[in-house]
């Protein structure tokens, strides 16, 4: 190649790296700029999801008839249970720490099982169109229809209570809000022209799905699984409330809930202990999802 | 204009050193910086600029429709017939905007509701700002507007909805909408790019004419000097938030004087050099979040000089109505540098 | 950068790189069809430029989707290098994508935002060389950039880094990237500054130069092919009009639409501002033409025997075609 072509003058290339000055992550400002309570929050539950078999102050599950109906340190109860027992006597703390691994567990379980048939399904109706299109398209009609909570029941109630079956249930019922809205970004990003020239370049159709189209539509992707996480929390909460969750004795926060109940009025820490702390973890999880579509979003980018 | 502000009867509309800066996450940008200039009734006037040169954001300004919280017009003064909008109240604003000044928009599909007529979008603004609201008197008051921008048989397009008109057509609608409140300065910004090139001569000659017709002041913001060529009194040619030149039009294309204007005209008549190439301008615009002390056109100038890099340059008048901001055109007409503030001749 | 003569069958010199024949293509709509495309027929050689001009619905889009194989053509065909381009074997095909490359217009949405310069210039190299281009690549790349005026640092980041007028680089360089035979050009200084459009202009010229491939440009006004093309087609309502060289389309255009169109991208001139159209109204809906020729109902010279007949496309004089009865 001949160098006639005079090399291009005078024309910075803007790095990211040199666009004006970082923000400085102290005070206010930090905390206007990123979610840092709720990701203090998340921090908190998912390293006791983590650790817990490690810093769980009792054995969760073991009860302890003597020590049954403790309140929390401060409303006359001791530091041997910083947040008071349950009516069997067993560490609420410790079951709230417990209670984090196994909504953790299944609430990511949940969320990537239904992401992978989401998304999969998405690209393929959307790329390819027609007829699957319009198959796939009508089956998601059909799940995003069907009320949850009776098939929940039904499967329960069929095959009996497990964690595992909540898993299944759960992913089963929730790919379909994936494969809605990740269907309609892959039509867009299918009709930009960066898929057209990859096309007159030869590329194959698995080329195109997993090199161009399935990298753009990793933000929205990944919104969404975040919104999806708190949601899942929240019904494996209410289903275990109902029974129709983890079997006992395994500690749940909606299972505490569901215990806690009965003792209203006699330890109303059994209550409120379980009860904010599913509202807190959720609702972190929601402000940190948008602050994230929010960040991920080109259109807010600059501002 | 000669400065003899006391004497001289008040413009339609005279803007005076605005300011509008944009503060994001990546550094402050001055969208515009500094921008002064006057316009009567019956004139008028393009800015003429290429993306980020500011001019889209001036008009903007001037209607304060920039969008908040990052966008802010830091200081100066938009004084339409000697009142300055720039301190008047969101709601007093509102009534300005529609009433006495209005926009024709680059794209005339979005311009429009797709849901309603076009009857019962014309109609809306005549109920706000000029609170008719008689049936038939709203109703002659839409048809005389659309006859005036030459719709055939208006009585039937007012029941039409914009997905059934053509681009052309609905450009002609947009421009109905913008004059029916009779306002007295009519601002519109890239009125012909998204339209055809047979149909843009079309739609420029019913801006020109109306604007004739109601002596109307009439601000053409464009990318194109075929567009300012047909229909402008006076242009500024803008670049990095400041007017570089200004002047009368047959002036500017008879003597352009500050080499960005000069290599922007060399471009748009495809003047080409001995070796059969084009013309060009060589680099990119300046990115408006870092600008250097000194004239932002300086890494692209051909005639740079080394003070262009470091200071920039005052606005210096060549005749009565054109000005430069630029050294070496100072230079090449034996103007001293005498510390005139940037902003001052206008 | 020399071509690869293998990947094309033996043609006989002086061929053309691409020829449509008698090429339509008809969609059905709601309410009737849509003629995209009537009866084209045009052959770039090698070496040569071919400019398609004309306003929204003309078919020149449509047009640039058949010679791009992206859609076959419902009559007619697309040969190239002699070959139907709908019967190509599996090799074969690979063939057409090594040859064939396109830009278009949106600098934007051309390049993917997710990949970062290496990847978007070099990928039609990978797809279609496979292991043969491996050590290469980095040679390539640079020698690539430089052609098209980058700086070899360019190639680490993303899209989203540069201008439009430099993305328009970076998709130029990767249309270049396998010395193709055929650039299938589609507005591509349209959406760029008007101080940045004579630099890639200039940059396609010298490419061409160097690469030795056909070009076929579109575009929507006379201004902006006129420095590139060596012939000239106008087109209304999927159909040529006016097919010449370039120094006639611009001298001597004798179809009423390209006249119109010549005066609306004369270079301004404030003292004859020019405000008086020759042609009339919008372009009639392509899926119900007015009868006769189509250009009839905004014609400045139209008579009642355009109404009956269609005007077919004849030559009048050295190589320029035109269809009209009025035209000398």
């Given at each position: 190649m001949s160098q006639e072509v005079q090399p291009f003058e005078g024309a910075p290339i803007v790095t990211p790296v040199e666009i004006g000055?970082?923000?400085?992550?102290?005070?206010?400002?930090?905390?206007?700029?990123?979610?840092?309570?709720?990701?203090?929050?998340?921090?908190?539950?998912?390293?006791?999801?983590?650790?817990?078999?490690?810093?769980?102050?009792?054995?969760?599950?073991?009860?302890?008839?003597?020590?049954?109906?403790?309140?929390?340190?401060?409303?006359?109860?001791?530091?041997?249970?910083?947040?008071?027992?349950?009516?069997?006597?067993?560490?609420?703390?410790?079951?709230?720490?417990?209670?984090?691994?196994?909504?953790?567990?299944?609430?990511?379980?949940?969320?990537l099982g239904a992401g992978a048939i989401g998304t999969v399904l998405a690209l393929v109706a959307g790329y390819f169109g027609g007829i699957l299109d319009a198959v796939i398209s009508r089956i998601t009609d059909v799940f995003l229809s069907v009320p949850f909570l009776l098939v929940a029941i039904a499967v329960v109630g069929a095959w009996g209570a497990s964690t595992q079956h909540l898993v299944v249930v759960l992913v089963f019922m929730t790919w379909s809000g994936y494969a809605r809205v990740l269907r309609g970004e892959v039509l867009r990003i299918r009709n930009l022209e960066f898929v057209k020239l990859a096309r007159v370049a030869g590329c194959s159709n698995g080329r195109i799905l997993f090199s161009h189209i399935l990298p753009n539509i990793v933000n929205p992707l990944v919104i969404l699984a975040t919104l999806q996480l708190s949601a899942v929390i929240i019904i494996e909460a209410s289903l275990s409330y109902l029974g129709l969750g983890v079997p006992l004795p395994q500690a749940t926060w909606g299972g505490m809930l569901a215990e806690g109940k009965n003792y209203i009025g006699v330890s109303n820490a059994m209550v409120i202990i379980p009860g904010v702390t599913i509202a807190l973890t959720c609702l972190s999880i929601n402000l940190f999802g948008d602050w994230l579509r929010v960040r991920l979003d080109p259109r807010f980018r600059q501002l | 204009m000669s400065r003899a502000p006391s004497t001289q009867s008040r413009h339609l509309l005279e803007v005076k050193d605005l300011r509008t800066h944009f503060f994001t996450r990546n550094g402050v940008a001055k969208a515009v910086d500094g921008v002064s200039f006057s316009l009567d009734r019956g004139q008028t006037l393009g800015l003429v600029g290429e993306s980020g040169s500011g001019k889209t954001v001036?008009?903007?300004?001037?209607?304060?429709?920039?969008?908040?919280?990052?966008?802010?017009?830091?200081?100066?003064?938009?004084?339409?017939?000697?009142?300055?909008?720039?301190?008047?109240?969101?709601?007093?604003?509102?009534?300005?905007?529609?009433?006495?000044?209005?926009?024709?928009?680059?794209?005339?599909?979005?311009?429009?509701?797709?849901?309603?007529?076009?009857?019962?979008?014309?109609?809306?603004?005549?109920?706000?700002?000029?609170?008719?609201?008689?049936?038939?008197?709203?109703?002659?008051?839409?048809?005389?507007?659309?006859?005036?921008?030459?719709?055939?048989?208006?009585?039937r397009r007012m029941k039409s909805y914009p997905h059934q008109l053509s681009g052309g057509q609905r450009q002609r609608i947009v421009t109905a909408m913008a004059i029916e409140c009779q306002p007295s300065l009519l601002i519109a910004d890239e009125p012909t790019t998204a339209l055809d090139v047979t149909v843009q001569i079309q739609i420029l000659r019913l801006l020109r004419e109306v604007q004739k017709e109601m002596n109307l002041g009439m601000i053409v913001v464009t990318h194109d000097l075929a567009v300012v060529a047909r229909v402008c009194d006076v242009v500024a040619v803008m670049y990095a938030g400041r007017i570089v030149e200004k002047a009368p039009i047959v002036e500017m294309f008879e003597k352009p004087s500050h080499p960005y204007t000069q290599a922007l005209m060399k471009a748009v008549e495809g003047e080409r050099d001995a070796t059969g190439r084009l013309y060009t301008i060589e680099g990119q615009p300046p990115d408006v979040r870092r600008l250097s002390p000194g004239c932002p056109f300086a890494p692209r100038c051909p005639k740079v000089m080394d003070i262009c890099r470091g200071e920039y340059p005052p606005v210096a008048s060549l005749s009565s109505q054109h000005t430069v901001s630029c050294w070496a055109a100072m230079k090449e007409n034996g103007i001293e540098h005498i510390g005139l503030a940037p902003g001052v001749a206008s | 950068m020399t071509i690869q003569d293998r990947t094309r069958p033996a043609t006989p010199p002086a061929s053309a790189v691409i020829t449509i024949e008698a090429v339509s293509k008809v969609y059905p709509v709601r309410g009737g069809v849509l003629k995209a495309v009537d009866n084209v027929s045009l052959s770039i050689p090698r070496g040569k430029t071919v400019g398609v001009v004309g306003e929204s619905g003309c078919g020149k889009t449509t047009l640039s989707r058949l010679v791009l194989r992206m859609e076959p053509p419902t009559e007619g065909r697309v040969l190239f290098g002699g070959r139907d381009v709908w019967k190509l074997g599996r090799s074969e095909r690979k063939g057409f994508h090594r040859g064939v490359a396109a830009v278009f217009q949106d600098p934007y949405s051309s390049l993917n935002p997710r990949h970062r310069v290496s990847q978007i210039v070099l990928e039609p190299v990978r797809v279609n060389m496979g292991r043969e281009s491996g050590g290469l690549s980095r040679v390539r790349l640079n020698d690539l950039l430089r052609s098209v005026g980058l700086p070899e640092a360019a190639a680490g980041l993303y899209p989203h880094e540069f201008?439009?007028?430099?993305?328009?680089?970076?998709?130029?360089?990767?249309?270049?990237?396998?010395?193709?035979?055929?650039?299938?050009?589609?507005?591509?200084?349209?959406?760029?500054?008007?101080?940045?459009?004579?630099?890639?202009?200039?940059?396609?010229?010298?490419?061409?130069?160097?690469?030795?491939?056909?070009?076929?440009?579109?575009?929507?006004?006379?201004?902006?092919?006129?420095?590139?093309?060596?012939?000239?087609?106008?087109?209304?309502?999927?159909?040529?009009?006016?097919y010449a060289p370039v120094q006639a389309i611009y001298n001597a255009p004798k179809h009423p639409y390209t006249q119109g169109l010549l005066a609306a991208s004369l270079p301004p001139d404030p003292r004859r501002p020019n405000l008086d159209a020759t042609i009339f109204g919008e372009i009639p809906s392509p899926i119900d033409p007015p009868s006769g020729c189509r250009f009839r109902t905004r014609c400045p010279i139209a008579v009642a025997h355009c109404a009956e007949e269609r005007p077919p496309l004849r030559e009048r004089g050295d190589g320029h075609l035109v269809a009209c009865h009025l035209a000398d």
């Open positions: 000055p970082r923000p400085r992550f102290r005070g206010l400002r930090a905390i206007r700029r990123y979610p840092v309570i709720p990701l203090f929050i998340i921090g908190v539950v998912v390293l006791s999801g983590l650790l817990a078999p490690w810093i769980q102050p009792h054995e969760p599950n073991s009860p302890d008839l003597l020590a049954s109906l403790e309140q929390p340190v401060g409303f006359g109860g001791d530091w041997s249970h910083p947040l008071g027992t349950d009516e069997l006597g067993r560490d609420v703390l410790s079951r709230v720490i417990s209670g984090a691994r196994i909504s953790l567990l299944i609430s990511l379980s949940v969320v | 001036t008009l903007m300004s001037i209607v304060r429709l920039i969008p908040k919280p990052a966008g802010r017009i830091v200081s100066g003064e938009v004084l339409l017939e000697g009142r300055d909008l720039l301190k008047l109240s969101d709601r007093d604003m509102r009534e300005v905007r529609g009433a006495e000044i209005s926009v024709v928009t680059q794209d005339p599909m979005t311009s429009l509701n797709p849901l309603y007529t076009i009857g019962n979008q014309m109609e809306e603004p005549l109920r706000y700002h000029q609170h008719i609201r008689s049936h038939s008197e709203l109703r002659s008051h839409v048809l005389d507007a659309l006859k005036k921008v030459g719709i055939p048989v208006p009585e | 201008s439009g007028g430099q993305r328009q680089r970076i998709a130029i360089a990767r249309a270049i990237s396998l010395s193709p035979d055929l650039v299938v050009l589609d507005e591509p200084v349209s959406a760029l500054d008007v101080s940045i459009r004579a630099q890639i202009l200039n940059l396609l010229k010298d490419l061409q130069q160097q690469i030795g491939g056909a070009y076929l440009f579109i575009a929507h006004d006379l201004a902006a092919v006129r420095h590139m093309s060596d012939e000239i087609a106008v087109m209304y309502l999927g159909a040529v009009v006016e």
